[in-house]
């Protein structure tokens, strides 16, 4: 059984869509991409607007962090 990673979304992005693996460029979402590949690991990104998202899943770039949300909004995914 593979491992799960649960890497959550940083706010360093390209400024163009592109998939999920790809459209995070902070230096913690590299450094937790790079160990889930070293382990064989199954990835979810966790994103601050879109939930949990796929490596493969495109999306467009976006500015909201968790940290300016409140414990409700994290909670229930109110935007």
Known sequence: MKPIY???CSAAKLDREAPAAQ???????????????RAGAEVLILSALHGVLEPTDWVKPYNRAM???TAHQRKFGLR
Request: a negative charge.
């Open 23 to 37: 459209l995070y460029t902070g230096q913690a979402f590299r450094l937790a991409m790079a160990a889930a590949e």
């Open 67 to 69: 940290h300016d949300m």
């Open 6 to 8: 649960l890497i959550a």
